[in-house]
């Protein structure tokens, strides 16, 4: 048994968790199961005010400090109160790295979703948008050059590479996919063409794109209908723009959705939609293709390699191409058919059992690691007393 310490920004109970947090804390709940003790060191969520301590899953979550004040109560706990309780520590960087590297000796891993580059002039005020950019540019690269990365994907393992990190200390673990766990029962399409967004409502994932090109596609597909669920920081200003434009009547906002309306909207809907401006990998295209809907994006760095263009669904260069690879699936049943079968087979390959035995192999791989350094030093050091 192992006792893993996770450094994460947030947890699934979050109100803004994404992609990432269901990524550790699937990964993490295996662990538990293979019979490792698993604490994660998280943000609080101000508005919810969650527990400060609680077991999820197994998993013992440990809540302190806010978006950016989370960083300096990880080292203050980890020195008082965490590091004589860990074998292990994953540090988890969300853009910016929780710098264990500084102040913990203990074997450890980086795990990275995708490198945020231009996102954080996009997403964070000045300064703290020039203060992530060159952290992830040149600290972070810099403070763990000798430390084993873990990845999401190939496109982030490539950007990270860019880095200068050396390739053989950098992992790719697939997201997995929960493909026994599809809903049991079995739903029909919507009667009416319909185009979903599901997930996280950031300036980056620019959901407001969607808005904007809707008229276009009703010029198209005229009853056509856009569904929005989810939640996020600009989930207020594209709501607002909905109301305002001419064509809100065709729009849903539907806000969070529990786990059983998730999969009833993705296997319902006709198409999913993800106009962000990159992705890690992009999970939710996953999700949904499990439900065997295709799906259209940007081709931009994670989402041109979770989507299998003309096979899983399609990518677009622009947004008149975006435009047109929607209307052409909701067109064409046939197509939307084949894509599909095609989605599902591949969304099933993905596993969140294979995905934690191999994240637990790299982590077990650096405690032995970091056993036989201490040998050599003792060695070393008998041989000069001697």
Not at 233 to 259: C, F, Q, W, Y
Not at 316 to 336: G, H, P, T, W, Y
Request: aromatic residues 10%; contains cysteine; charged residues 25%.
């Amino acid at each position: 048994m192992k006792r893993i310490l996770i450094f994460n920004w947030r947890d699934i109970k979050h109100e803004w968790a994404g992609g990432g947090e269901v990524y550790i804390h699937e990964l993490a709940k295996r662990w538990v199961k293979m019979g490792n003790e698993v604490t994660l060191f998280c943000g609080q969520d101000i508005n919810r005010k969650l527990p400060g301590e609680e077991i999820i899953d197994g998993i013992r979550v440990v809540r302190r400090g806010g978006r950016f004040s989370v960083y300096l109560w990880a080292v203050w706990y980890y020195v008082s109160r965490l590091r004589k309780m860990c074998d292990i520590v994953v540090d988890v960087q969300n853009g910016i790295p929780f710098f264990t590297v500084l102040y913990s000796r203990k074997p450890k891993i980086a795990v990275v979703y995708h490198i945020h580059d231009q996102q954080f002039f996009i997403e964070l005020p000045f300064p703290y948008d020039w203060i992530g950019y060159i952290t992830e540019k040149y600290v972070f690269p810099f403070l763990y050059k000798g430390i084993h990365i873990q990845v999401i994907s190939i496109t982030t393992k490539n950007d990270v590479l860019k880095r200068g990190i050396d390739p053989h200390h950098v992992h790719v673990v697939h997201c997995g996919m929960n493909g026994n766990r599809v809903a049991k029962t079995s739903y029909s399409k919507f009667a009416h063409p319909t185009i979903l967004y599901l997930g996280r409502i950031k300036k980056y994932k620019r959901v407001e794109t969607l808005v904007h090109i809707l008229p276009a596609i009703i010029k198209r597909i005229p009853n056509v209908h856009l569904m929005i669920a989810g939640w996020g920081t600009e989930a207020s200003s594209v709501t607002d723009l909905s109301m305002r434009s001419n064509v809100r009547k065709r729009i849903h906002i539907i806000g969070p959705v529990s786990e059983s309306e998730k999969k009833r909207l993705l296997q319902k809907s006709w198409v999913f939609v993800n106009p962000s401006m990159n992705e890690g990998w992009g999970i939710s295209v996953i999700e949904a293709n499990l439900y065997g809907t295709p799906a259209v994006a940007f081709r931009v760095r994670g989402l041109s390699e979770s989507i299998l263009h003309g096979k899983t669904g399609l990518l677009a260069n622009n947004e008149n191409e975006f435009i047109d690879c929607i209307v052409r699936l909701l067109s064409n049943q046939k197509l939307r058919d084949i894509l599909g079968v095609n989605a599902r087979r591949r969304a099933i390959e993905f596993s969140w059992d294979k995905a934690a035995c191999e994240s637990l192999e790299l982590l077990l791989l650096q405690v032995s690691k970091n056993i036989e350094k201490q040998k050599n030093f003792r060695w070393i050091g008998a041989f000069t007393n001697d």
